[in-house]
């Protein structure tokens, strides 16, 4: 196997374990599938746009910079079970409302969202700020690693006939 198709191959699976989420397997409590609306990887049944869209939550996937809605790491603990609940039911915030108007949350996908916050609140006590960051600087290495090391045999080739050359004129007297 060449070099670049070995370097390729060791990206590729890097990037795979980089930025693919650690389980695969489908949820089936309610706070996985309350996972899976939240990111929208299991769509509302009325269509409506997955919370990662707007919302932030500490520690939670790629999703640093989505700051359109406020932060719901501490929404279970300062709403509580029934303040959150109400939230989900009415959706009466002008930005949602324009959303979720025609699209409401059914009663499970609400227990589910609900049950994933309640989750999610636990967990994120210390939010997780440079996950991203070190995914970026990991990927640079790697980048800069292969770089380097396609780059060393690529000049190898090319300088090695310069520097014979040279040698040659120089042993034969030809360059002083």
Known sequence: MSVNRWCCL?????????????SLAAATDDAGRGKELFVGSMAF?????PCLACHNLSGFGLSAGANYGPDLSTLYDNYGPDGVEG???????????????TRPLNETE??????????????????????????????????????????KRRM???????????????NKGGLQ
């Not at 060791?10 to 650690?22: G, H, R, T």
């Not at 049944?45 to 746009?49: I, N, R, S, V």
Request: charged fraction near 15%; aromatic fraction near 6%; charge should be positive.
């Open 10 to 22: 060791c990206s590729a699976v890097l990037a795979l374990f980089l930025f693919l989420p650690i």
């Open 45 to 49: 049944e009325l269509g409506g746009a």
């Open 87 to 101: 939230v989900l039911q009415s959706l009466a915030f002008p930005s949602m409302e324009a959303i979720y108007s």
């Open 110 to 151: 609400r227990a589910d969202l609900l049950a994933f916050l309640k989750q999610a609140s636990q967990l994120s006590a210390t939010p997780e700020t440079g996950k991203l960051a070190q995914q970026v600087l990991i990927g640079l290495i790697v980048l800069l690693g292969l770089t380097f090391l396609i780059g």
């Open 156 to 170: 190898r080739a090319t300088r090695q006939p310069l520097i014979d050359r040279q040698r040659n004129l120089i």
